[in-house]
């Protein structure tokens, strides 16, 4: 869905919608509104973090991703790439290797696992934050919706955002080019699909904030290849090994909340995750309230992406999972630094573009119109209530005030005015 020049992976589906206003109320950016009983969403202000979908007690908001089974003709292979979320899903005793398995006989051809990826971008990190002689402190960018929360909401601190390529992303360029060389196939024909916790991460692959094109090139929700899963699972013929691609480790660390901080060697990091709580340590960094901290890995889903809106087991029960799962199958990253210090060098975890805000529309095009109409939104914000009740539809009174002089709603709309009047 594009919407003001935006991509999104969520829509309202307004035949469900009663206008609750509960997405309105958990939205981080403000960019819900509630016009004559049905939810609204401001494409400029989006940063798909799914809090509105979780939010929703009807299941109007709809989360946008491509479907099982949708194989184009122009691929000839097609590779699957789990989120280490995929693994937490099923019981502890389930090895991932019998999920690569089970993902083969639903329809793909091969499948990478993107813990690898992880442990080197991890001993990345760790040379980054050795080296970095700019602003403290650094932000981990895997998450795509904190990295376009702070692209809209925190344009300034754009330049906190590790500047190192998202592990998904490296195991999708690496499956690829290795897929090329043992296949004789062109990179073109190689189709890499991410089985996602969340929509944020569909948009990061369908208009990536740090580059022109994304390694990957479809989202396929947890939630969309569980049922077959389950069903592949308990098919009783395996798959040769010897078609499985050999992963160094199974590490599913990352994704729960201070997964990556864990195996970083410092003691100055911070491990955040719900928009809200988000938004606080955001807040705080703006107003120079973290001097003493070096790292911050902030994730939009309560508990990681564990809690992202498109998985479908309870996230206390699959946070235990991840544990069991890294007891059993984790191993020493260690091994990895030499060749990871060397990689580094060479600039392999680099990003290919370095991040930038994400301007926001003025009020109005012609510059002493939108001055004009900001005296105008602080003259009606101090005639109201304060009270951000939103029972005008609109979040909270100053942006109440922004929408009525945009023509979107009538003062009279505010029931606080209407009974003064009276």
Same mark, same amino acid.
């Given at each position: 869905?594009v ?5 999104? #992976?969520?829509?309202?589906? @307004? ?52 479907? !099982? ?10 590779? /699957?790439?789990?989120?280490?979320? &995929? ?20 329809g ?15 001993? #990345? ?15 981990? =960018? ?6 376009? +929360? ?33 296949l ?6 190689? @189709? ?15 208009q ?5 094109r ?15 899963? %389950? /069903?592949? &699972? ?11 691609? @050999? ?7 990352? *994704? ?7 195996? +970083? ?5 911070? #491990?955040?995750s ?7 340590? &955001? ?15 902030a994730?939009?889903?309560l =508990?990681?992406?564990?809690g ?18 890294g007891?059993?199958? *984790?191993?020493?990253?260690? %091994? ?6 060397? !990689? ?18 003025? !009020?109005?095009?012609?510059? =002493? ?52 009047a009276?």
């Open positions: 869905m919407a003001e020049g935006y991509y999104h #992976a969520h829509e309202v589906n @307004e035949g469900g919608c009663d206008g609750r206003m509960r997405c309105l109320k958990v939205c981080p950016t403000d960019a819900i509104r509630v016009r004559d009983g049905k939810a609204h969403i401001i494409g400029e202000l989006c940063v798909d973090c799914g809090e509105c979908i979780t939010a929703c007690p009807r299941g109007a908001v709809v989360p946008l991703a491509d479907r !099982l089974g949708q194989r184009s003709p122009e691929y000839k292979c097609v590779v /699957a790439i789990p989120s280490p979320v &995929l693994y937490s899903q099923f019981s502890s005793d389930i090895a991932p290797r019998r999920i690569f398995e089970a993902l083969q006989r639903i793909f051809d091969h499948v990478f696992d993107v813990a690898r990826a992880c442990d080197w971008e991890t001993l #990345a990190s760790r040379i980054f934050l050795d080296e970095h002689e700019g602003r403290w402190p650094m932000i981990s =960018g895997f998450c795509p919706a904190v990295v376009r +929360l702070i692209q809209v909401k925190y344009p300034e601190l754009t330049e906190h955002i590790m500047p190192l390529e998202v592990p998904r992303e490296i195991t999708a360029r690496e499956a690829k080019q290795k897929l090329s060389r043992d004789g196939l062109d990179v073109s024909e190689i @189709e890499a699909v991410y089985i996602t916790p969340c929509p944020a991460k569909v948009v990061s692959i369908r990536p904030a740090e580059k022109n994304s390694w990957l090139d479809r989202a396929i929700a947890i939630s969309e290849v569980y049922g077959p899963l %389950r /069903a592949a &699972l308990a098919a009783a013929e395996p798959v040769p090994s010897s078609e499985l691609f @050999e992963s160094a480790t199974y590490g599913p660390g990352w *994704s729960r909340l201070g997964g990556m901080t864990s195996l +970083l060697r410092t003691e100055r990091w911070i #491990a955040v719900g928009m809200s709580d988000v938004t606080k340590i &955001l807040d705080d960094i703006e107003n120079s309230r973290l001097r003493d901290v070096e790292f911050i890995e994730s939009a889903c =508990g990681g992406c564990i992202g809106p498109l998985t479908v087991e309870n996230i206390y029960i699959a946070r235990s999972r991840t544990y069991r799962l007891e059993k199958y *984790s191993r020493n990253i260690e %091994r990895h630094a030499n060749q990871v210090e060397e !990689l580094y060098r060479k600039k392999f975890f680099s990003m290919e573009n370095p991040l930038a805000p994400r301007p926001l529309s003025p !009020l109005d095009p012609d510059i =002493g119109r939108a001055i004009e109409m900001v005296r105008k939104r602080d003259e009606i914000y101090e005639s109201l209530p304060k009270i951000d009740c939103a029972a005008c539809g609109s979040p909270n009174c100053l942006a109440f005030a922004e929408d009525v002089v945009k023509g979107d709603i009538e003062r009279s709309t505010c029931i606080v005015l209407r009974a003064r009276r």
